[in-house]
C-alpha cells in the first residue's frame, strides 16, 4: 500500500507541477473570503436556492432532475473557490457526470409523463410536510446562528502541496480502512442492483426447437402462408390467393387487412371461379374480360382435383400474364 | 462575507430537500431530495474543512459522495424493480402491507 501511494504521489507530482502553482493563486485559500468570492457567491447562492425550489415545485420529473444537475454544478464551483479543487471535480465528474445521468436513465426507463397523485394517503400529509421542512429551517438557522465559530485558518497550509496529494495522503494514510470497506460497499451495492433487477424466469424458455414443435403439435400451417393474389388475375395485397382447386385462400390476405374489412370479397371471386369451373356461356366469360381473348378451355368441374392439375396450371399462367397490364394500371 | 453563509446555504439546501421528500409523491423525485440534503452536508463539510484549516472534512465529504453513488444504484433499482411489478413509480402506491 505504501508503494501505491508513493507511486500516486509521484505521479501527482510529475503531472501537477503548473497546476500547483496556478491553483491556489487563483481560488485564494486564505481564512476569510476575498471580495471576488463574495461575488460568487452572491451571483451562485440566488441560483441554487431558485434551483432547489424548482425541484420542490417542478412538475415534471425531468425539469426537477435538470434543477438539481444546475445546484450540483454550482456546488461544484464553491468547491474549488474554497480550495477543494478534488472535490470540485469530483462532484462534476460523480454526481452530475453518474449519478443524475443514471437518474435521467431511471426516468426515461419508468417514463417521463410519470405525474404525482394529488390523492393524500396520509390526511394532511401536506401541511405536515410543510411544517416540518420551515421546522428543520428554523432549527438549522438557530443551530448555525449561535454556535461560535473559530477563526477561520484557511487551507493554505494544508493545501501546500496542491489539493489532491493532500486528500490522496489522508485517505491512504489515516483513512485507508475507511477506503477499503467503502470499496466493499460499492461492490455490494453492485450486486444488490444486479439482484434487484434480475427476473427469474418463471416458464422454461422457449427455443426455436420448442415452438416449431409447438407448431406442428398444433396441427398449424408448417410452411409459410401463401403470398396474396400475385397467382391469379390481380397483383395486389387485399385479394386472395387461390389454392389448386382455384378456391381463394382466405389465409393469404394480410390479418390486418381481413380484421379492418380492407380484403377483396373472397366469395365474389369463389363464384367466378366456380362460373369458369362449371364451364359457363363464352359470353358470361368475354364479360370477366380476358379469358376470350387467351381462348383458355374450360376445365372440367372435377372436386377431386388430380386430373384437373394441368390444365388449372395453364390457366394461372394465362392469368398472370394478363395480369401485367392490370398492375401496371394500378401503379 | 463570511464562511458562515456557506453554512446558511447549507442549511438552506437542506431543508429544501428534506422538505422535498416529504412532500413529493414521485418516487425519482423524492430521490433527488435525499441527493440534495447529501449536497448540502457536503458543502458544509467543505466550509468546515476551510475553517479549521484540515483536509479531514474535504475526505469525510469525499466518502459521502461515494455512499451516495452507492445509495443511488441500490435506490433506483429498487424503484425501476417496483415499477416492474406495480407500474407505477409514486410512493403512495406501495401499501401493500396495510391491513
Known sequence: ?331 | MTLTHYLVLSGILFSVGSATVLLRRNAIIAFMGVELMLNATNLALVTFSRMHGELTGQVLAFFVMVVAAAEVVVGLAIIVAIFRTRRSASIDDVNLLKS
Open chain 1, 1 to 331: 500500500m505504501s508503494a501505491l501511494v508513493a507511486g500516486a504521489t509521484e505521479l501527482a507530482a510529475g503531472a501537477l507541477p503548473a497546476v500547483s502553482g496556478l491553483l491556489p493563486r487563483a481560488v485564494d485559500s486564505a481564512g476569510d473570503p476575498s471580495t471576488a468570492e463574495a461575488v460568487l457567491f452572491w451571483v451562485l447562492a440566488p441560483i441554487m436556492v431558485i434551483a432547489a425550489f424548482g425541484l420542490l415545485f417542478a412538475r415534471k420529473a425531468v425539469h426537477a432532475a435538470l434543477c438539481v444537475i444546475l445546484v450540483m454544478i454550482s456546488l461544484a464551483f464553491l468547491y474549488v473557490t474554497q480550495g477543494a479543487v478534488f472535490l470540485g471535480v469530483v462532484q462534476v465528474v460523480v454526481y452530475t457526470g453518474a449519478i443524475m445521468m443514471l437518474f435521467l436513465f431511471v426516468l426515461m426507463l419508468v417514463g417521463v409523463s410519470s405525474a404525482d397523485s394529488l390523492v393524500e394517503t396520509i390526511r394532511g400529509q401536506r401541511w405536515i410536510g410543510w411544517l416540518a421542512g420551515l421546522g428543520l429551517l428554523v432549527v438549522l438557522a438557530g443551530v448555525i446562528g449561535t454556535a461560535t465559530y473559530p477563526d477561520p485558518v484557511g487551507l493554505g497550509t494544508a493545501n501546500e502541496s496542491t489539493n489532491p496529494r493532500g486528500i490522496a495522503h489522508l485517505i491512504f494514510g489515516q483513512y485507508v480502512f475507511a477506503m477499503e470497506v467503502v470499496g466493499a460497499l460499492l461492490v455490494t451495492a453492485a450486486l444488490g442492483a444486479l439482484v434487484f433487477t434480475h427476473r427469474r424466469r418463471l416458464t422454461p424458455r422457449l427455443g426455436q426447437r420448442e415452438r416449431a414443435d409447438a407448431r406442428v403439435r398444433a396441427g398449424q400451417t408448417l410452411a409459410p402462408l401463401p403470398a396474396p393474389g400475385v397467382y391469379a388475375k390481380h397483383n395486389a395485397m387485399d385479394v386472395p390467393a387461390l389454392d389448386p382447386y382455384g378456391r381463394p385462400i382466405t389465409s393469404s390476405v394480410p390479418r390486418v387487412l381481413r380484421v379492418r374489412g380492407q380484403e377483396a370479397d373472397a366469395a365474389e371471386y369463389a363464384a367466378r371461379i366456380d362460373r369458369v369451373i362449371a364451364g359457363k356461356s363464352a359470353v358470361e366469360r368475354g364479360a370477366l374480360g380476358y379469358e376470350e381473348q387467351h381462348q383458355t378451355p374450360p376445365p372440367q368441374a372435377d372436386p377431386a382435383g388430380a386430373s384437373v392439375g394441368a390444365p388449372q396450371i395453364g390457366d394461372a399462367v394465362a392469368g398472370v400474364d394478363a395480369s401485367a397490364p392490370d398492375s401496371e394500371e394500378g401503379k
